[in-house]
């Protein structure tokens, strides 16, 4: 294997054991490719290149002796929403800067315990506020993937001699790279573009509203957010606590599920997580779902998708008709207010989980007249737009005299979602499928989204039920639009089912098969 | 429902951000923007329906109310931007 970086986990374990290669030389492999891609990408807002090394040498250590975990010697980018001890964490803010925990996250623990090597930390929006990975402090993550332009060539006839080709001339089409950035989609969008482009294994990822799958579809790569208490959520910078999960992007579904084993746990630190142990999620991949029941959700016809979205919709059915699913109308018929409903839920939890940041204990301090004046110069200065203009809603419908008209209406409405799914998951329906996002990635800048907050909301049209009902889903890879970029299919399944979600993304995947973008960085 | 400047300066308060006469007027038009948006939840007969307190049923966790760890004042203040002796130091509150 001449570029380690190509290896999936799974292939990367397998020679890892078998000594073929070691842990340290995949780690300088990964070390290099970011050291050249980083620049253009950026996808790492830190590289930590010694401990990385450090870590390679200790499982080269243990798979010597052959004592090597799940992940042992396996190179993992990290959102920068981890709590990583004496590492750079700071949710991509100004409000955080030179933050260094004394501690560190349950789930980044738990890959380490299992092995894994730390390469850095990954970019993603401000406070995983952002569909796009524009709010990032340390600027906008590039989508690996470049949407290609189709040619028309007139070739002349040419003659070449010494057993070269004959051309006979005419009109011959051509593709050729569009040089218009993309955004990676967010706000793990620093995940999706590192494993994307080769930069890391696998990156854990965190989604609120859709912050795994969004970008896993924008870049042609697999994200799961588990169901909601599966993963800790002990020392991951708090957004929306009812709504915030931790899960991984991977290259491809088995992947995902290798990485999910080792970040899942069952946590005393966390209230939310809950007690049932972790199942081998690698084992259900491969078999059948013959008999399987399958929702296709009207609501999520939307006005206005490309009918490209619809297509892809309909491979994805035929597909899993094809592997002997039985497909089944249903109607989740509060879908339309899940959006609404979570910008009131995810803001009114952002203003009070975000009112630490005060210039007292951590990050970045500007003195004022007063402590009032200093708290307001603070959070003025440290905030980017999205994050204050989130904080702002959150505090105006909590604020006396409109918390029932809007938080308690909100909570209400969530209610409503959750019971549509589990009407449908009583009536016998094992998982449901729906498009992951309803458009291919966009531009960098794009200025009707800049316009319009609410415009870039509806990114999450299709994922933000999910999380606002607390079940499992995931995004994986289908197809390439005309201009040739990934588009997603979303599973989602019952509370703690992520096992038929990965079954059946299984399925998808076969069909579909795996996306890599063209190299231009 | 929408908010005026005067609302939105007031809101701004309360969230301790410093707001310029620029910044709330443009935040004056986006967070109407926001609150249109959310407007439609009203449509939703929700009679009868419980808010929702907690999206997986489970019962809270609980310890022991014990001192299970301490002694980390050092840790808890290093990333402080001024401390003395183990005390976060802040402007002047008491007269």
Redesign the interface.
């Given at each position: 294997m001449s570029d380690l970086t190509q290896l999936t986990i799974s292939q990367a374990r397998t020679k890892l054991r078998g000594k073929e290669i070691t842990a340290t030389e995949i780690t300088e492999a990964y070390l290099s490719a970011i050291d050249r891609a980083n620049p253009a990408l950026n996808a790492y807002v830190a590289v930590t290149g010694d401990k990385a090394r450090d870590m390679a040498k200790a499982s080269d250590a243990r798979l010597v002796k052959g004592e090597g975990g799940a992940l042992e010697g396996i190179p993992l980018g990290i959102k920068d929403l981890f709590g990583t001890e004496g590492v750079h964490t700071q949710a991509c803010s100004h409000v955080l800067d030179?933050?260094?925990?004394?501690?560190e996250s349950t789930v980044t623990s738990n890959l380490w315990a299992d092995g894994a090597v730390m390469l850095g930390k990954l970019n993603m929006d401000e406070f995983a506020m952002g569909s796009s990975n524009e709010t990032s402090y340390y600027g906008p993550v590039i989508n690996p993937w470049r949407r290609s332009r189709v040619d028309t060539v007139v070739m002349p006839t040419t003659h070449q001699g010494d057993g070269g080709f004959v051309s006979s001339g005419g009109i011959r089409t051509a593709r050729s790279l569009d040089n218009a950035q993309l955004v990676p989609g967010g706000s793990s969008g620093g995940s999706a573009t590192a494993v994307s482009a080769f930069l890391c294994a696998g990156a854990t990822a965190t989604d609120t509203g859709g912050s795994i799958r969004q970008p896993a579809a924008f870049t042609g790569t697999v994200g799961i957010k588990p169901?909601?208490?599966r993963c800790s959520r002990w020392g991951i910078v708090a957004f929306a606590s009812?709504?915030d999960q931790a899960g991984p992007i991977a290259r491809d579904v088995r992947d995902a599920a290798i990485l999910l084993k080792s970040m899942a746990s069952v946590d005393?630190k966390d209230?939310?997580?809950?007690d049932r142990p972790v199942p081998d999620y690698e084992a259900v991949i491969g078999k059948p779902i013959k008999g399987m029941k399958v929702g296709i959700p009207r609501e999520y016809r939307v006005d206005g998708m490309p009918e490209e979205i619809e297509a892809l919709w309909q491979k994805g059915i035929a597909w899993l008709k094809d592997a002997g699913a039985e497909i089944v109308d249903i109607s989740l018929p509060?879908t339309?207010?899940a959006l609404?409903?979570y910008?009131?839920v995810a803001p009114a939890e952002a203003?009070s989980n975000l009112?630490r940041y005060?210039?007292?204990?951590?990050?970045?301090?500007v003195?004022?007249k007063?402590?009032?004046?200093?708290?307001?110069?603070t959070?003025?200065a440290g905030?980017g737009r999205e994050v204050?203009?989130r904080?702002?809603?959150g505090?105006?419908v909590l604020?006396a005299g409109?918390y029932d008209?809007?938080y308690?209406?909100?909570?209400?409405?969530?209610?409503?979602i959750?019971r549509d799914f589990e009407t449908v998951f009583a009536s016998g329906v094992d998982v449901i499928l729906t498009p992951a996002t309803p458009s291919a990635a966009f531009g960098v800048a794009d200025e009707d989204m800049a316009a319009?907050?609410?415009k870039m909301?509806l990114n999450d049209i299709f994922t933000v039920t999910v999380n606002?009902?607390?079940l499992p889903g995931i995004a994986v890879p289908a197809g390439l639009d005309a201009k040739g970029l990934p588009l997603g299919l979303q599973l989602i399944g019952r509370?703690f089912d992520e096992e038929t979600l990965f079954q059946t993304a299984a399925v998808i995947e076969q069909a579909a098969g795996t996306f890599q973008p063209e190299k231009w960085w | 429902?929408s908010?005026d400047l005067q609302?939105?300066k007031r809101?701004?308060?309360?969230?301790?951000?410093?707001?310029s006469e620029e910044d709330a007027e443009r935040?004056t038009g986006?967070?109407n923007?926001?609150?249109g948006?959310?407007?439609?939840?009203?449509e939703?007969d929700?009679s009868g329906?419980?808010?929702?307190?907690?999206?997986?049923p489970?019962e809270?966790?609980k310890?022991r109310d014990v001192v299970t760890e301490g002694g980390?004042a050092a840790?808890?203040?290093?990333?402080?931007?001024?401390t003395e002796e183990n005390f976060?130091l802040?402007?002047?509150?008491v007269e």
């Open positions: 030179g933050f260094k925990p004394r501690y169901t909601y208490g009812s709504l005393p209230t939310t997580s809950v509060h339309k207010y609404p409903a910008y009131i203003s009112a005060d210039g007292v204990r951590y990050g970045l301090r003195p004022g007063d402590i009032v004046d200093m708290y307001e110069k959070r003025a905030f204050k203009r904080i702002m809603i505090t105006y604020s409109y008209a809007y308690l209406q909100a909570q209400k409405v969530r209610n409503l959750k319009d907050p609410v909301y606002m009902a607390g509370p | 429902m908010v609302t939105v809101v701004a308060h309360l969230a301790r951000i410093a707001v935040m986006e967070l923007a926001i609150l948006f959310v407007e439609q939840l009203n939703v929700v329906v419980e808010p929702m307190t907690s999206v997986t489970m809270m966790k310890r980390k840790d808890i203040v290093a990333n402080a931007p001024a976060f802040v402007p002047k509150v």
